[in-house]
């Protein structure tokens, strides 16, 4: 696991076509994740294929999103996501992360789910793919409940 400020690194998961495709809203050609990193609450985690990246939205609350390729998906980001999170609460002292998942995107559903993170909310409607609006799920997971 590595820290990294690079908005280049960012960049390419972001607009990577196995990502981009799953992450970006109607009318968004090219995510520009530069800005992100100017923050030092940001901390953005890079390893061979794929990153997570955390955004503070409170005193110890953090937004969590995981980019990896799509034929490293499973184990590998799995056990990066692990390391990442135990960091963010050990390290970081977190006491909650928060992901959205649009609801299309089952894997992701999934995926938040086996690290524990538990659904708190939906957003209806907000999220507009292919002209066809989606609810985003919320989930949460606090540093008490992970293991």
Do not use: Q
Request: aromatic share 14%.
């Amino acid at each position: 696991m590595i820290r990294c400020k690079d908005p280049a690194i960012l960049n390419y998961f972001l607009n990577h076509k196995d990502i981009y495709n799953n992450i970006a809203p109607d009318g968004i050609e090219y995510i520009d994740g530069s800005t992100l990193l100017a923050s030092p609450d940001t901390y953005f985690f890079t390893f061979p294929h794929g990153s997570l990246l955390f955004l503070k939205c409170g005193d110890t609350i953090f937004k969590g999103d995981c980019y990896f390729l799509s034929r490293k998906r499973g184990t590998e980001a799995k056990n990066a996501a692990k390391a990442c999170i135990e960091y963010m609460f050990s390290v970081i002292k977190a006491d909650r992360i928060i992901a959205e998942v649009p609801d299309f995107n089952k894997a992701s559903k999934y995926f938040v789910s086996s690290l524990g993170f538990k659904r708190i909310n939906t957003l209806e409607n907000a999220w507009l793919k292919n002209g066809i609006s989606y609810d985003v799920i919320v989930y949460e997971l606090g540093d008490d409940k992970y293991s």
